[in-house]
């Protein structure tokens, strides 16, 4: 089945260390945007299609009032045969979300909610230019609970300078407390040209260096195992049954569609997103569109599955024309328990998650 990507491009401030497509804009300006996406939507050509995923991303869709966010469900429901089982997901902010718009997201079948938490630590709050603070989660995930929507999602982020696991495990103590079932936790990236870049550039210790990091990574994860967490994807734990169901779809080479300003889609092997400029996205043009080639289908194969607990596929790779364990450094990785054969499964060994990238690329010819 499809699953569906709608973005909103909304933020009231980029914080420091984002690089997404995301911007700050009046009411107006708004309303114009959800009034072209939801015709996008309803104009799509895979309409009829049944799909089992949704997910609302952004910038910051809590920023929406309810009646937008019930034109966009509107939209997609009188335009795909939605599941019953669907995943239906929105991505909120502590500071942007109510409790009469969780109720809103409720009466639209929302289930799962990703609370962008990033920190519970005040300063560590205000050096991310995050505009929430620590009491505004609390009173997020309460009002969440509240409502009856117990999928919660919660990200974290790991590399901050003077973090530590002590700090960290407190944090992660006072989420699980509010029964949170999926934790995300990724490290902080610098991305050029964010005010998070300029800070770096003038002291490198506002971050932890990699092997810190990666120690602070390792520590997480065992004890989140340690709490019944079941680390499926490099960033990602959840308790059984609560892995995320859209964001799979990303990392197994399902189809999805994407809606909205920079939105992405695969579709049939084809990979195609719409414009980063509004007036071109206005105008129905898009960014690129590609049929990705055998080898190209190949190499995101091995480089997704090794993100995950699912793993590699070897009879499906072999359907594309490449037998993975015909690959020179297949043995040495496997007598070395890099990586694990398990019958039709490659799996890389969680020890080795942080240095996937140089695996991925032993194992592409």
Known sequence: MLGIYVHIPFCEKKCNYCSFSSFSKDEDFIKKYINFLCSEIKSSKFKGREID?????GGT????MPIQIDSIFKSIYKTFKVNEQCEITIECNPNSITYDKVLAYKKNN??????GVQSLNEGELQFLGRKHNVKQV??????IQKVGIENISADLLIGIGGSNFASFKRQLDKLLGYKVKHISCYMLQVEENTPLDKMYQKDKNILLNDEDCTAL??????????KNFNHYEISNFA???????????YWTGEEYIGFGLAAHSYINKTRFANCKSFDKYYSGELEFCEKLTLKELI?????????????????????LGYDI???????????????????????????????SNNIILELID
Request: proline share 1%; glycine share 4%; with cysteine.
């Open 61 to 64: 869709p809590s920023l929406l």
């Open 53 to 57: 995923s949704i997910y609302i991303g």
């Open 217 to 226: 990574y390792k520590q997480i994860s065992n004890y989140l195992k340690s």
């Open 110 to 115: 929302v289930n799962r909610i990703s609370l």
């Open 299 to 319: 190499e995101e194969h091995i480089m997704l599955g090794l993100r995950c607990q699912s793993g590699i596929n070897k009879n499906y790779l072999k359907s």
């Open 239 to 249: 308790l059984k049954g609560f892995e995320s169901k859209h964001n799979m779809k």
């Open 138 to 143: 609390f009173n997020a995930l309460a009002n």
């Open 325 to 355: 364990e015909k690959n020179q450094n297949y043995q040495k990785l496997l007598k070395n328990k890099i990586i694990f054969d398990k019958k039709n499964k490659v799996i890389l060994n969680e020890e080795y998650f942080t240095i």
